[in-house]
């Protein structure tokens, strides 16, 4: 992983255009959308010393996604939250895992954090697997959006 830049928005709207990819947002982000994700995580980087990263293969240097840690309103709590978006070719080969574990104990390790979490739409089965493979329990419930959401958690001492 990396962190993004700008030239990174054709690959990245791979997946944050794409209306499969975004079923669980409100809608698939279009160009500026894209160029906006981007800048926010590069303030992130700045801010927080952390954010979303690319996800690139080793073997062939190509681009398949993003992932990382970022700040999220969580139920109006300001927590880091373990995100990634992968590009649909690329699902269910365990790469959304991989990243997330290495952000995972970047987050202990590195970050100090003692708690990281995750959260999505109910609806959002295969992020919850993601989040339960990495060891994330559920957390609680709460409404965002008008949908009910999923919270789930690890501490540093279940590494």
């Known amino acids: 992983m990396r962190e993004l830049v700008m030239d990174d928005k054709n690959e990245l709207?791979?997946?944050?255009?794409?209306p499969e990819s975004m079923q669980y947002y409100p809608h698939p982000f279009n160009d500026e959308e894209v160029k906006n994700?981007?800048?926010?995580?590069?303030?992130?980087?700045?801010l927080d010393k952390h954010g979303l990263w690319a996800v690139i293969l080793k073997e062939g240097d190509t681009f398949i996604?993003?992932?990382?840690?970022?700040?999220?309103?969580?139920d109006n709590e300001k927590l880091p939250e373990i995100g990634f978006h992968i590009i649909k070719e690329?699902?269910?080969?365990?790469?959304?895992?991989?990243?997330?574990?290495?952000?995972?104990e970047y987050a202990f390790n590195v970050l100090g954090y003692s708690k990281i979490f995750s959260y999505t739409t109910l609806r959002n089965i295969p992020s919850q697997k993601v989040a339960e493979k990495i060891g994330m329990k559920t957390y609680k419930f709460f409404e965002k959006n008008g949908e009910q959401q999923i919270v789930q958690v690890t501490y540093d001492n279940e590494v």
């Open 65 to 74: 996604g993003d992932c990382g840690i970022t700040m999220q309103n969580i």
């Open 13 to 18: 709207s791979k997946v944050l255009s794409d």
């Open 37 to 46: 994700w981007i800048k926010w995580n590069l303030e992130n980087y700045k």
């Open 90 to 104: 690329y699902w269910n080969k365990g790469y959304a895992t991989e990243a997330a574990s290495a952000c995972k």
